[in-house]
Structures are given as C-alpha cells and as structure tokens.
C-alpha cells in the first residue's frame, strides 16, 4: 500500500526566509502524481503545487517550489520569500491512478513569525 | 464558479444519534470523494463515487457509515450511532481531471 509521510509536525520561519518541508513516500507505481495541498485555519484545502512523476523537471508555482527525487522517493516543499500568510497546514499527497483516491501525510503546521 | 460546498459547516451532536453530512459538488464533476480528518491527523479516504460506477466504500470504517449520490451530484455521508471516536472534520471533494481534486471547506463533527 502507498503511504506518504511528512515527519515534520511544526515548522517555523521567520518573514521573508526560505523554508523547506519535507515528505517522503513509498510506492512500487512508476507514474504517479504528488501534490502539496495548504490548509488554513478556514479548513479549506488549496493546491499549492503539483508533480507529475514522469517529468524530471521540478514543479514551481510563484515563491513555491519542490524538490523531486524520484529514486530517493522525496518531495520536499520549498517556500520562498515567506509570508505571513503562508502559516497553515501543509500536507503532502500522492496519486497514481484514476479509480483510487489521494493518500495524504499526517501534515506538517508551518508559522511564520513577524 | 461555485466551488464545493458542504453543509453543515458545524454539527454537534450527542452520542448515538444520526447525522446527516451533505456535500454539493462542483457542477459537471464526475467524481466525488469523502475524507475524514481527525484531530492532528492527515486525511482519510472514505468513500469514493465515479459517474455511475459503484462506489468505491473500501474506507469506511465501519457499517455505522454510508454515502450515496443522487443523480450524480449531491452526496450525502450518514453515520449512525455516533461514538465519540467520530468527531472529526469530514471533508468533500470532487474533480473531473484524475488529478485535480477541489475540497469544500469541510464539516466539523463534535460527538457529545
């Protein structure tokens, strides 16, 4: 069965600092997609950024971007630039097929001190 | 658009009653999804509804819990016999892209 696991529970970072997140996964698929999905205090889960596992290329979206090491089965979540608003729930997710759902890590809580 | 919306936003309830959970998908979204998130926890898959498929149920928990779809669009989660264990947030999704799941903003459960 896949897992995914996110052995940061907090992490904080100072405004305007870089801070990374981590997730590893373990599956046996070979195509497949990894997400990282932000939710904040509201509860409502936002996509930050997404990663198909056949493209080498690693995913970036504005000041997010990941770090995807297929073999080493990691994809770490890289926010740049943090902002106040960036504080929230982040949770790593993985996806391989059309009739399965997405199989989330326990989630890591980032804030970002003033 | 609408994105997903669920209702209620909040329900408390005493232990061994009925709820009701109600997700309004996005329109035109074949799939829908339910997860629950537990105190401190990731997301667990529930329920899963694909067009006219069956569903797919290999994640309730148990047979107090039970979904259905009507017309292809609303679904509604019931759980019967609350247990305090069941107090959780329980959140929506659907999608028509394999890989892009919209959540609504979920619905928190608390079992007196």
């Known amino acids: 069965a896949q897992t995914v696991t996110q052995s940061q529970p907090e992490m904080s970072v100072q405004e305007a600092e870089t801070v990374t997140l981590s997730c590893t996964y373990d599956?046996?698929?070979?195509?497949?997609?990894l997400f990282w999905y932000k939710q904040p205090p509201s509860r409502q889960m936002i996509l930050v950024i997404r990663q198909e596992a056949y493209k080498q290329q690693n995913a970036t979206e504005n000041r997010f971007s990941v770090n995807f090491q297929k073999a080493a089965k990691s994809f770490s979540l890289k926010i740049s630039d943090s902002q106040l608003g960036d504080a929230a729930m982040y949770f790593c997710a993985y996806y391989y097929s059309g009739n399965t759902p997405l199989v989330f890590g326990k989630g890591t809580r980032l804030s970002v001190i003033a | 658009g609408a994105g997903v919306s669920q209702s209620p936003s909040n329900k408390v309830t005493e232990k061994g009653k009925d709820v009701e959970l109600r997700c309004d998908p996005i329109?035109?979204?074949?799939?829908l999804y339910w997860y629950r998130q537990s105190l401190g926890q990731g997301l667990e898959f529930l329920i899963y509804?694909?067009?006219?498929?069956?569903?797919?149920k290999s994640g309730l928990p148990s047979d107090r819990f039970s979904a259905e779809r009507t017309g292809g669009s609303v679904s509604t989660l019931t759980i019967q016999r609350t247990q305090q264990e069941d107090s959780a947030v329980y959140l929506c999704?659907?999608?028509?892209?394999?890989?892009?799941?919209?959540f609504g903003p979920g619905t928190r459960l608390t079992v007196l």
């Open positions: 509804f694909q067009g006219n498929s069956a569903p797919d």
């Open positions: 599956t046996s698929e070979s195509d497949y997609y």
């Open positions: 329109s035109g979204h074949t799939a």
């Open positions: 999704a659907s999608s028509l892209a394999i890989y892009r799941q919209y």
